[in-house]
């Protein structure tokens, strides 16, 4: 407004004034046109953003109107550095200097957990899909989801997490983040409580590995029609648009073996070269020599017979019983292994490692 009444204070001065000659005219509609394009441009400015690939999806979303989640909060740099380190390495460097107490003795965050995006498709959680782009990135194929993003979705611990546990045993975790961490840190790392400094640096970590619009893979028409929503004012269809992209959860079914481990799981064709994959970024990524499991497999034939010895047994280290089941926790000796949910681990891909396993009993490579 304040652009008008400049107009309008030099027209009165202009007008009110004697002598109205050619030049001031001229004169006048210079000023006048330069102020209206001026106000425009500064206007555009004030009232939307460009946004782009670089741009936070959280807050694009905060400025359509979604409120801040329980986790967020303003952390320092130093926190996502502390987060960081606990994540990797299982403990950090204190602000006064001094070493934390590792949160378990077995295990860091990142023996089952990625740090990086493991679907190519964010709005999809496949097994399938997942293996063949973790193998192309380099990076191992876990039972745990990848904290890339972890800020971004809206609950935690999801479906037979608690279906099968129960509300009790998954409590707050299902819709807290933090409650979550330490449900993983006592539960799954076997490891001890952490502090709420500690559970703050986490916090603070996640939010440096959140969403940006480039991970959503939105075309130029999607920008285009993102930025015209902040026109519209649609807020509300603009925020369901924008979760349409990704998953806000992970989704977690729990499968059973199946009811004769010879036969397998019936209808699927075991694929050696993906059983291959499935063997060297999931089972080796902790049972190698130096991995967090007692139990060692290389890529040699005595660890292949080892696996096909219990195999078609009725044992928990059955290959059909120890990916839908894991294995628990014992008093004495903590290390276990996860098991995996049908999101992490097909049935067609046992039946690829189990195609592998065979073909590696009886062929040398
Ligand atoms: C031994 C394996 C293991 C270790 C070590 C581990 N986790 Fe987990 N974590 C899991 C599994 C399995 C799940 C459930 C599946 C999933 O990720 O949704 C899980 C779930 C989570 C979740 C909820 C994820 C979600 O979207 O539902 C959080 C948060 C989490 N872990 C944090 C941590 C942190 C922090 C550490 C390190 C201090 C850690 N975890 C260490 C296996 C592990
Ligand atoms: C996140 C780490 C992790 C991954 C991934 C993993 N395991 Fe394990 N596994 C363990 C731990 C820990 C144990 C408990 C045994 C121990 O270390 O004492 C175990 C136990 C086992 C056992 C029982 C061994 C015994 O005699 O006690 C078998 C068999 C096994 N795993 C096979 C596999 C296969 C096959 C894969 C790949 C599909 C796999 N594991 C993936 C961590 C893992």
Redesign the pocket.
């Known amino acids: 407004m304040k652009y008008f009444a400049i107009i309008k204070k030099y027209l009165e001065f202009t007008l009110n004034s004697s002598i109205i000659n050619m030049k001031k005219i001229i004169v006048s509609i210079i000023v006048i046109s330069t102020v209206i394009l001026f106000s425009a441009v500064n206007f555009d400015e004030k009232d939307t953003q460009v946004w782009n690939g670089e741009s936070d999806l959280f807050e694009v979303l905060h400025a359509f109107g979604e409120p801040n989640p329980k986790h967020k909060n303003d952390f320092s740099s130093e926190q996502v550095r502390m987060g960081k380190e606990i994540v990797y390495e299982g403990r950090t460097k204190k602000t006064n200097g001094k070493l934390s107490k590792r949160v378990s003795k077995?295990?860091e965050c990142t023996?089952?957990h990625n740090q990086v995006q493991e679907d190519p498709d964010l709005r999809f959680s496949n097994p399938d899909t997942r293996l063949s782009f973790v193998k192309k990135k380099g990076i191992?194929f876990?039972?745990g989801t990848t904290f890339k993003g972890i800020v971004n979705r809206e609950s935690w611990y999801n479906d037979d997490y608690i279906r099968k546990y129960g509300e009790e045993a998954i409590g707050k975790a299902h819709n807290s983040l933090r409650e979550a961490i330490q449900l993983c840190a006592i539960e799954c790392s076997q490891g001890r409580p952490m502090k709420d400094w500690e559970l703050d640096a986490v916090t603070a970590y996640y939010w440096s590995i959140d969403f940006k619009l480039q991970d959503l893979s939105l075309t130029e028409s999607d920008y285009q029609k993102l930025n015209a929503f902040q026109k519209t004012g649609n807020n509300k269809e603009a925020i369901t648009w924008l979760k349409s992209f990704y998953l806000q959860k992970s989704p977690a079914h729990f499968f059973d073996a199946p009811p004769s481990k010879w036969d397998g799981y019936k209808g699927f064709e075991g694929d050696i070269n993906r059983g291959k994959d499935?063997?060297e970024l999931?089972?080796l990524?902790?049972?190698q020599p130096d991995?967090?499991?007692?139990?060692v497999?290389e890529n040699d034939i005595l660890s292949f017979k080892d696996?096909k010895r219990?195999m078609f047994k009725n044992s928990?280290?059955s290959?059909y019983q120890?990916?839908p089941y894991g294995?628990y926790a014992i008093p004495g000796?903590r290390?276990?292994?996860?098991h995996?949910p049908l999101e992490r681990?097909s049935k067609q891909q046992v039946e690829d490692?189990r195609s592998y396993i065979e073909y590696r009993t009886k062929n040398k490579i």
């Open positions: 077995y295990y023996t089952c191992p876990l039972q499935i063997y999931s089972c990524h902790c049972h991995g967090v499991s007692h139990y497999l696996i219990t928990h280290f290959l120890i990916i294995t000796h290390p276990y292994m996860p995996y681990m490692l």
